[in-house]
T-cell receptor, first 114, second 121 residues
């Protein structure tokens, strides 16, 4: 069990640039989640996938954000035209997919928009 | 929408002593799940303990135990024999009932704002 893997771990970008984060979930976990966490706050749900289908999106996920999980394995989260308010830790998590299964988190990708 | 409240931004305890972290939540559901996650300075969120709402017995994991009061919607975490490695942010989280392909209303985990636990040597 290699755990949930995220990269890059840190990204500094200029305002207006696009950034993409990748998440590799625990193998055979069919649910994958993206959360955003800012300093001093708990993680906030952004979106989740059941296999390749994106089943839920939070209102926090503006039009500049897009997530994909093309083959039901890894996922990407792209932020277009980044803004300073996008600076946060982006956490990926996965679970086996049954009711109440434990969700396992990756180490996160820290984004700083300057 | 469900909400999770952690009223203690920071707690401090002497090493080897016991500390209790508080959590309350609001839901109209009767079947749900509650979790405590630990986030050390390395920032990876690690599951500490989980509780199914339909179980009356409080969950325990070694030095960690919970006091689950369903009627009061309270879910506190007790850490016994505190160790330096317990120092971290602790987040209480709620997960509602959902099926395999719920298609909506499944919002993953709802977290509280966290409690920063300091262990005094």
């Amino acid at each position: 069990d290699t755990g949930v893997s995220q990269n890059p771990r840190h990204k500094i970008t200029k305002r207006g640039q696009n950034v993409t984060f990748r998440c590799d979930p625990i193998s055979e976990h069919n649910r994958l989640y993206w959360y955003r966490q800012t300093l001093g706050q708990g993680p906030e749900f952004l979106t989740y996938f059941q296999n390749e289908a994106q089943l839920e999106k939070s209102r926090l996920l503006s039009d500049r954000f897009s997530a994909e999980r093309p083959k039901g394995s890894f996922s990407t989260l792209e932020i277009q035209r980044t803004e300073q308010g996008d600076s946060a830790m982006y956490l990926c998590a996965s679970s086996p997919g049954a009711n109440g299964n434990t969700i396992y988190f990756g180490e996160g990708s820290w984004l700083t928009v300057v | 929408a469900q909400t999770v409240t952690q009223s203690q931004p920071e707690m401090s305890v002497q090493e080897a002593e016991t500390v209790t972290l508080s959590c309350t939540y609001d839901t109209s559901e009767s079947d749900y799940y509650l979790f405590w996650y630990k986030q050390p300075p390395s920032r990876q969120m690690i599951l500490v303990i989980r509780q199914e709402a339909y179980k009356q017995q409080n969950a325990t994991e070694n030095r960690f135990s919970v006091n689950f009061q369903k009627a009061a919607k309270s879910f506190s975490l007790k850490i016994s024999d505190s160790q330096l490695g317990d120092a971290a942010m602790y987040f209480c989280a709620y997960s509602g009932p959902w099926g395999e392909y719920s298609g909506g209303g499944a919002d993953g985990l709802t977290f509280g704002k966290g409690t920063h636990l300091i262990i005094q040597p």
